[in-house]
């Protein structure tokens, strides 16, 4: 017999017989599959609690909403277990007020496979308190945090509505007298917005209607006064001479369109009545319409005279 090389040897383990390899192999993940799949395993999922109340009684804490259960079961019917919704349901209808105990043990779990077993619940029990209803109006007031743009500040807050009524347990309600917005940032606004918010409502309260709340919120330039000195003063009549080259001028106004005015850019003008007399006068701020004194500047009507040193200033005619 001629003796077959390794090679050939190696060959034969692989390609010999190659379709009944495959078939048993198959057949060996499949039992694997099979022998996993019925084995037991233990799994944990959250059931969402529902509470069904008496009329007219309320919680007076923000319940348990969630509870955690361990199973154990085959690992196909756990490997699921996660995908449901589970839920429980605690019947407090027929109780009273009070401190009331809610147990889960014996409680039925909505959404649990049959076939899964209950090993543990955490928590297994928990302690609730009844009390009777109540409901009354209350104002709202604004949470402002932060600070408006340089130059700007927040003049007012407006809520819409102003006040709300909440419903919630009566030990509650009748210590309440307003309830807080949530956090009104302002950081860097330089103009007037309208905001929606919502309420940072005290746990277990709720409003008995619901609807849109909204803030209001109006933001001014911050108003300061400037002083400039060796301001020029010219009469616009140019048959007429101030006595005076310069004088001080305090002009207030926003703080922003303040400090952004150049000095040479402001005047004091002298304004005279075409028929006035020609002889020597003072003129002050507020002599109009005969005569006057107007503050020429590029600036807009918010920079307003504060004051003027000299309050008045003489002029005379020119010669002819």
Known sequence: MKERSFAAVVRGWFLDHLGWKVFTGVLA???????????????????NVEYVLPEGLVLTQKPTYRIRVTV????????????????????LADLGPGVQTV?????????????????????NSLQVEL????????????????????????????????EVTVVGPTSVVEKL??????????DGLSQDTEREISLDLPSPLRLKESGTIRANLRIQAVNSTRTFTDVPVV????????????????????????SALE????????????????????????????????IVHPGGDTLQLATLEPAKIDVEPIAQ
Do not use: H
């Not at 993940?29 to 059931?47: D, K, M």
């Not at 154990?72 to 019947?91: A, E, P």
């Not at 007298?177 to 302002?186: E, F, G, S, Y």
């Open 29 to 47: 993940v499949l039992a694997w599959a099979w022998i996993q799949g019925g084995r037991v395993v233990p799994s944990s999922a959250w059931v």
């Open 131 to 162: 009390e009777p209803q109540a409901e009354r109006p209350v104002r709202l007031q604004a949470s402002v945090v932060g600070e408006a743009a340089d130059g700007f500040r927040l003049a007012k807050v407006t809520l819409e509505p102003e």
């Open 263 to 294: 000095v040479d850019a402001l005047t004091v003008m002298v304004v005279l009545p075409g028929d006035l007399e020609r002889a020597a006068l003072s003129v002050g701020v507020a002599q109009a319409p005969e005569a006057r004194l107007e």
């Open 177 to 186: 007298d307003k309830v807080m917005t949530r956090a009104l940032v302002i």
């Open 72 to 91: 154990s079961g085959t690992q196909n019917l756990t490997r699921d277990l996660r995908r449901g919704d589970l839920s429980v349901s605690v019947d």
């Open 103 to 123: 147990d889960f043990v014996d409680a039925s779990i909505t959404g649990l496979d049959p076939g899964l077993s209950i090993v543990a619940l955490k928590p």
């Open 235 to 258: 009469c616009r009549d140019p048959g007429w001479r101030p006595v005076q080259d310069n004088v001080s001028v305090v002009l207030e106004g926003p703080v922003l369109e303040l």
